[in-house]
C-alpha cells in the first residue's frame, strides 16, 4: 500500500511518521498500528493517484488497513472506482493549491460525511501542530448508489445488506 509514493516530509519510500508515536515506520506498519487503535486514517497524494494499481487490492488494502479516503489532485480513472467499490472516499481538492495546505504532521478531519450527496462538497479541515485550522472543499464523484458502498464499508457489504444475510 503506497510503498513506491515518495514521502515529501522525508523524500523516501515507504517511510512515513506515526502521528501517534513520533516514530518512523512502513507505511502498511503504520496503517495498521492506527487500525490497531481504531484510529481512522486518510491518505494524501498529488496527479493520477492510483496509476498502474487498477488491480481491487491496491484499493483493498487500505480499507482493511482502516482508510476511510483518498485525497488528490486527480485519479487514475479505474483506480477511482475500485476505491469507491472498496467503501472509500476517493476526493480532489476543488483548488489544487489546496494541497500544499497539508504537512506531513497535519490533522485531517473530513466534516458533513453524514450528509454526504452527489456533487456535494466534502469540507475538510486541516489542524497544524500550532493548533491552527483551515478549511476548504474536496469533491467528489460518488452516486447514491456509490455513497450507500461508503456508508456500507463497500460494495460486496452493501449487497450482503441488501440480500438480509
Not at 479505474?78 to 497535519?106: M, V
Not at 454526504?116 to 469533491?139: H, I, M, S, W, Y
Not at 457489504?157 to 441488501?162: D, F, L, S, T, V
Request: charge should be positive; charged fraction near 30%; aromatic fraction near 6%.
Amino acid at each position: 500500500m503506497c510503498i513506491g509514493a515518495i514521502n515529501s516530509e522525508n523524500g523516501e519510500a515507504n517511510k512515513i511518521k506515526n502521528l501517534l508515536t513520533g516514530e518512523y515506520g512502513k507505511t502498511p506498519d503504520v496503517a495498521r498500528y492506527y487500525k490497531s487503535k481504531g484510529k481512522k486514517w486518510v491518505a494524501v497524494g498529488e496527479d493520477n493517484y492510483g496509476e498502474g494499481s487498477s488491480r481491487e487490492h491496491a484499493a483493498l488494502e487500505p480499507r482493511h488497513l482502516g482508510g476511510r479516503a483518498i485525497i488528490v489532485k486527480s485519479f487514475a480513472r479505474i483506480h477511482e472506482t475500485n476505491l469507491k467499490k472498496q467503501g472509500l472516499l476517493p476526493l480532489t481538492f476543488e483548488n489544487p493549491a489546496d494541497y500544499d495546505k497539508i504537512k506531513p504532521d497535519s490533522r485531517i478531519s473530513l466534516l458533513g460525511l453524514k450528509e454526504l450527496a452527489p456533487g456535494k462538497p466534502v469540507v475538510c479541515e486541516v489542524t497544524q501542530t500550532d493548533g491552527k485550522k483551515v478549511r476548504f472543499n474536496l469533491r467528489h464523484t460518488m452516486n447514491e448508489g456509490q455513497i450507500t458502498w461508503f456508508r456500507a464499508g463497500s460494495a460486496l457489504n452493501r449487497m450482503k445488506e441488501i440480500s438480509g444475510k
